[in-house]
C-alpha cells in the first residue's frame, strides 16, 4: 500500500510540475504573440494586401491559448493536489479545447508561412507600389499600406524590389505608367540617400552606378522577421502541445486512479 | 568628258572631305546597373577619335539598322528628316547630344566616369521646337548608332556604325509571368500538421474511455487510494453527543 501511495505521490509530485511548466509555456506564448502582433518591422501592410493574413490570426489565437493555459494549469494544479474528479474533469475538458485552438494557430502559422513566396511579394509590389488609379476606398487603403511599406523598407534596408532594381525594368508596373523609365528606371528610394533624405547622386542612381544605387532585393529583409513570426507561433506551440499531451495523459491516468 | 565624270565624282568625295575612322561606339562598362532600361542606353564617349578636329560639332546619330545603307551624312540635324520627335515614323534616324572635343577629352580622365546616357532627357521630348532633343527611345529597338564631326554643317568625319543595341523589354506582371501558386506544403508543416492530429486523437480517445469509465470503482479498483486526510475532512457531531460534556 505504501508503496503505490508513494507512486501516486509521484505522479502528483509529476503533474504539478507539468502544469507548472504549462503555465509558464503559457505566458511565454502570450508575450511571444503580442510581440508579433505589434508588428516591429511594419510588414503587416503587404500581408493585408495579400487578403491572406492568417499568420496573424495565429498569433491573436497563441495570445488567448496562452492565457488559458496559465489559468487552466492553475486550475489543473489544484486539482490534483485535492485529487477532485469533477475538478479535474474539468480541466482536462477545457484543456482539450485549447489544445484544439492552439493546434489550430500551429497549423495555420506552418501553412501560411509557406505562401508567402518572393513571387507574390513581387506581383503585389509591381500591382500596388504607386498606383494611381484606385478603385474603391478598400483598394486606395491598400496600395497606400503597400507603397508606405515599401518605401520605408527600401530606404531603411538599403535595398530595391524583391530581387534587385531590375524587377523594375524586367516587368511592367503600376509604378510604370505614371513614372517614365528615362526619369525612374528604378524609384528613388532604391537611391543611396543622405541624412536629408535625398538622393546622394541622382544622375549616378538612374545610371546604376555602384555605390550610388541599392543593389540588391529587399526579400531577405521580407522573409526574415516573417520566418521568425511563422516558426515561432508554429513550433513553440508545437512543442507545448506535445508537453501538454504527456501532463494530460498522466491526468486522466490519474483522474481514473482517485477513489470516487 | 568621259574621264572627266568619274574625276568630278572623286573630287566631289574628297571635297565632303568625309574621313572614316576606325572607331566602333560601344555601349558602356556593363557595372552599370541602368546600362539598358527600357527605354534609354548607356554608351562610352569616344575619347582620343576626334582629336584632328577641334573645331567640329560632335553629333551622335541613333538611327534604326535599315537606315544604316543609304545613310546621307549631309542632311543636317535638326531638320524634319532628323528630328527626335518624328523618329522612328518619318525620320528613320535622329541627331544628338551635340558638343564639341573639349568634353572628350584625351586621354580619358582617370577614376571617372565618362558616358553618354542616350535617352536622359524627358523635358523635350514632345517639343516640336527642339528636333535635337536626346528623349527617350519609343520602342526596344535595334537601334545602330555612330558619331558624325560636322563643320560649318558640312560633316568632315565620322565613326565606323555601332553594333545594334537592343533594349530591355518589360513582360507584363501577369500570372502567367509570375507564378504565385504555392509550390507545395514543406515538410515540415506536414509532419507538425500529422503529429498534432494523432496527438489529439489519442487525447479524445483517452477522455472517451474516462467518461466511459465514469464513477465505474470497478476499473483498477485495487489500486484506488483514498483522499490525503488533510484535504477535507467532516467530522458530524449529533448535538446530544456532546451536550452532556458542555453542560458540565
Known amino acids: 500500500m505504501a508503496k503505490s501511495d508513494d507512486g501516486i505521490h509521484i505522479l502528483q509530485g509529476l503533474l504539478v510540475f507539468g502544469n507548472v511548466v504549462i503555465g509558464m509555456c503559457g505566458i511565454a506564448l502570450t508575450a511571444e504573440c503580442i510581440f508579433f502582433v505589434s508588428d516591429p518591422h511594419g510588414l503587416y501592410p503587404l500581408l493585408e494586401a495579400t487578403e491572406n493574413d492568417d499568420i496573424y490570426a495565429a498569433a491573436w489565437i497563441g495570445i488567448f491559448v496562452g492565457f488559458a493555459l496559465f489559468a487552466l494549469s492553475i486550475l489543473g494544479i489544484i486539482g490534483v493536489l485535492k485529487s477532485n474528479r469533477t475538478l479535474l474533469l474539468v480541466y482536462i475538458i477545457l484543456m482539450l479545447i485549447t489544445y484544439a485552438f492552439e493546434m489550430a494557430s500551429c497549423i495555420t502559422a506552418a501553412t501560411q508561412r509557406d505562401f508567402l513566396t518572393p513571387n507574390l511579394f513581387l506581383k503585389q509590389m509591381l500591382e500596388r507600389y504607386k498606383k494611381s488609379d484606385t478603385e474603391n476606398n478598400n483598394d486606395k487603403w491598400m496600395t497606400e499600406g503597400v507603397t508606405k511599406t515599401w518605401d520605408k523598407l527600401m530606404l531603411q534596408n538599403h535595398c530595391c524590389g524583391v530581387r534587385g532594381p531590375s524587377d523594375w525594368q524586367d516587368y511592367t508596373s503600376a509604378f510604370r505608367i505614371t513614372h517614365s523609365d528615362a526619369d525612374f528606371p528604378w524609384p528613388r528610394n532604391c537611391c543611396v540617400m543622405d541624412a536629408q533624405g535625398s538622393p546622394v547622386n541622382l544622375d549616378g542612381c538612374k545610371l546604376g552606378v555602384p555605390g550610388y544605387y541599392n543593389k540588391n532585393g529587399c526579400y531577405d529583409a521580407i522573409s526574415g522577421p516573417m520566418n521568425t513570426h511563422a516558426w515561432g507561433v508554429a513550433w513553440f506551440g508545437f512543442a507545448i502541445l506535445c508537453w501538454t499531451f504527456c501532463v494530460l495523459l498522466g491526468t486522466m491516468f490519474y483522474w481514473s486512479r482517485i477513489e470516487y | ?248
Not at chain 2, 520602342?139 to 555612330?146: E, M, T
Not at chain 2, 467518461?211 to 465505474?216: D, H, I, M, P
Request: glycine share 8%; net charge neutral.
Open chain 2, 1 to 248: 568628258t568621259r574621264t572627266m565624270v568619274p574625276l568630278l565624282l572623286m573630287l566631289l568625295a574628297t571635297a565632303h572631305g568625309q574621313v572614316k575612322l576606325g572607331y566602333k561606339p560601344k555601349l558602356a562598362s556593363s557595372d552599370l546597373g541602368g546600362l539598358r532600361t527600357t527605354s534609354t542606353f548607356v554608351l562610352e564617349q569616344p575619347h582620343c577619335v576626334f582629336d584632328k578636329y577641334p573645331n567640329a560639332d560632335i553629333w551622335l546619330v541613333v538611327a534604326v539598322p535599315e537606315a544604316v545603307p543609304n545613310f546621307n551624312n549631309s542632311v543636317g540635324p535638326g531638320t524634319p528628316e532628323r528630328a527626335f520627335q518624328e523618329f522612328p515614323t518619318n525620320a528613320l534616324a535622329y541627331m544628338t547630344l551635340n558638343t564639341t572635343l573639349l568634353n572628350y577629352a584625351c586621354p580619358k580622365p582617370p577614376g571617372e566616369l565618362t558616358v553618354l546616357r542616350v535617352g536622359s532627357e524627358t523635358s523635350c521630348a514632345k517639343n516640336n521646337l527642339r528636333p535635337t532633343c536626346n528623349g527617350p527611345l519609343p520602342s526596344p529597338g535595334p537601334y545602330r548608332v555612330k558619331f558624325l564631326a560636322l563643320e560649318d554643317s558640312e560633316p568632315t568625319a565620322e565613326t565606323d556604325w555601332s553594333k545594334p543595341i537592343t533594349l530591355r523589354t518589360g513582360t507584363a506582371a501577369g500570372p502567367s509571368s509570375i507564378p504565385v501558386t504555392g509550390s507545395g506544403h514543406s515538410g515540415g508543416m506536414i509532419a507538425l500538421t500529422a503529429i498534432l492530429s494523432i496527438l489529439f486523437a489519442v487525447l479524445l480517445a483517452g477522455l472517451l474511455a474516462m467518461l466511459v469509465f465514469w464513477g465505474s470503482d470497478a476499473c483498477g479498483g485495487s489500486s484506488t487510494f483514498s483522499k490525503p486526510e488533510t484535504v477535507s475532512v467532516r467530522r458530524y457531531n449529533t448535538h446530544h453527543v456532546y451536550d452532556q460534556p458542555a453542560a458540565r
